[in-house]
């Protein structure tokens, strides 16, 4: 990045006020750093606020996460969503849902709006219902991506959004030298959202980056 573009970033990542968001303006440090602990990398403030914005912008009453971490992402669905809207959130590690629902408990969110699932995502996804979700969120370096993508266009509504942090991933994405497999992958589910004719699609540079795309409603 040159001097200007690491300033703008900067400044775009501290002008997110989280403060307010819950009753605590602690919950999401401490949910921070319960991440840090289990290596689970959570979003960044700036891609956060996109993920709060997107939630409330379709006014989402159902929503689906994959990769819960330590929760940090999932309260900015939450805090984003309809006030009685519903995330399914979807983690392998059951270290990580436990520090989620500490997080949960902690943002005194009631219990009925999460549904935590233990699980591989694209076993677990896969049982999910078509077309019912207003917002579908995966990392972009999650396993098996392409695959979950197209899980993705399948539980979306017409007019839903699919969200993707991490689309960046860490600067590798931009750089041509980097040529391991994950940013290889990364690139991939990059290209396949951008030529999907049923998918209008934008990408950011919040936070690590975010994908942002909208299931075209149907003619």
């Known amino acids: 990045m040159t001097p200007g573009?690491?300033?703008?970033?900067?400044?775009?990542?501290?002008?997110?006020?989280e403060a307010g968001l819950f009753s605590d303006d602690q919950v999401?440090?401490?949910a921070r750093e319960r991440g840090s602990e289990l290596g689970a990398t959570p979003v960044l403030p700036g891609a956060g606020a996109l993920l709060r914005v997107l939630a409330a912008a379709v006014n989402a009453r159902a929503a689906v996460e994959i990769g819960t971490g330590s929760g940090v992402g999932s309260l900015y669905l939450l805090?984003?969503?309809?006030?009685?809207?519903?995330?399914?959130?979807?983690?392998p590690e059951v270290e990580n849902q436990r520090a989620a629902r500490e997080a949960f408990v902690e943002a005194k969110i009631r219990s009925p709006r999460v549904r935590t699932i233990a699980g591989q995502p694209r076993d677990v996804i896969g049982r999910l219902t078509d077309h019912a979700y207003d917002l579908v969120s995966f990392p972009a370096h999650a396993p098996h991506a392409l695959e979950l993508l197209e899980h993705a266009r399948r539980l979306l509504r017409p007019g839903g959004v699919l969200v993707i942090p991490h689309a960046l991933y860490h600067d590798r994405v931009a750089d041509p030298a980097a040529r391991d497999a994950t940013t290889q992958a990364v690139r991939a589910l990059l290209r396949a959202v951008s030529e999907s004719e049923d998918l209008i699609s934008v990408l950011t540079g919040s936070g690590d980056g975010v994908l942002a795309a909208v299931l075209r409603p149907m003619a």
């Open 28 to 30: 999401l440090a401490r």
């Open 79 to 91: 805090s984003g969503m309809h006030p009685d809207g519903v995330l399914t959130t979807i983690d």
């Open 5 to 17: 573009k690491v300033a703008g970033w900067a400044h775009g990542e501290e002008f997110v006020e």
